[in-house]
Nanobody, 124 residues
């Protein structure tokens, strides 16, 4: 079992930055691929970014490419999402997700564990 707890959400003006963190329980964090998804009101939960267990592979949704960066620190059991140049359309609840595997994964159903989410609000 893996428990995930997100933090770092908040309100930010357009063009600003936030860094989300996701702390994972368990001693096998380094064997898990990690992902970030987001869900805006009335919409589906969409893929944002994913990182392989070794950090050698990362993938981003087109909507955030060049602005967001995913990273992880296996010694701290934590994955991060650095969000720069935020836009109002980035407003959503952001969820951290985990699954065993050596690749990155972009489909919601591929993940086994989810955090409770953290709200990010970008204001114009």
């Amino acid at each position: 079992q893996v428990q995930l707890v997100e933090s770092g959400g908040g309100w930010v003006q357009a063009g600003g930055s936030l860094r989300l963190s996701c702390a994972a329980s368990g001693r096998t964090f380094s064997s898990y691929a990690m992902g970030w998804f987001r869900q805006a009101p009335g919409k589906e939960r969409d893929f944002v970014a994913s990182i392989s267990w070794s950090s050698s592979m990362r993938l981003y949704a087109d909507s955030v490419k060049g602005r967001f960066s995913i990273s992880r620190d296996n010694a701290k059991n934590t994955v991060y999402l650095q969000m720069n140049s935020l836009k109002p359309e980035d407003t959503a609840v952001y969820y951290c997700a985990a699954r065993r595997g050596s690749n990155y994964y972009t489909v919601r159903g591929e993940y086994d564990y989810w955090g409770q989410g953290t709200q990010v609000t970008g204001s114009s």
